[in-house]
């Protein structure tokens, strides 16, 4: 082999090289911009919990204040209900009593 034919070889072997150290030159940055994506991805995803975990927190004091008003609400019913009854029983009673009487005085002659 010739000095020319060897530098010919060597000259396509060094053009390759080149062509490969661009390619993963081009790789290298796609890879760089990924991992900018992906770290704003992730740190967006970490705000966006948080955020839901705030929301979430929020969210479960304000159930918490309504399940209190309901069973507020509920107790002040069932004391409402007790007293109806209460009323209801009484108000049996004084018919009970205005019957009998009325049949009393229905009897006499």
Do not use: C, W, Y
Not at 16 to 21: C, F, L, P, R, Y
Request: charge should be negative; glycine fraction near 2%; aromatic fraction near 8%.
């Amino acid at each position: 082999m010739s000095d020319k034919d060897l530098l010919v070889v060597i000259s396509e072997m060094l053009r390759k090289q080149d062509q490969q150290a661009e390619i993963l030159s081009k790789h290298t940055q796609i890879l760089g911009d990924t991992n900018k994506s992906l770290n704003n991805f992730v740190e967006i995803s970490i705000e966006q919990f948080q955020q839901q975990q705030k929301f979430n927190e929020l969210f479960l004091e304000k159930l918490d204040q309504v399940g209190e008003r309901i069973s507020a609400n509920f107790d002040r019913q069932n004391e409402f209900n007790m007293q109806i009854m209460a009323q209801t029983d009484r108000q049996n009673e004084f018919n009970e009593r205005f019957l009998s009487k009325l049949d009393e005085i229905a009897k006499k002659p």
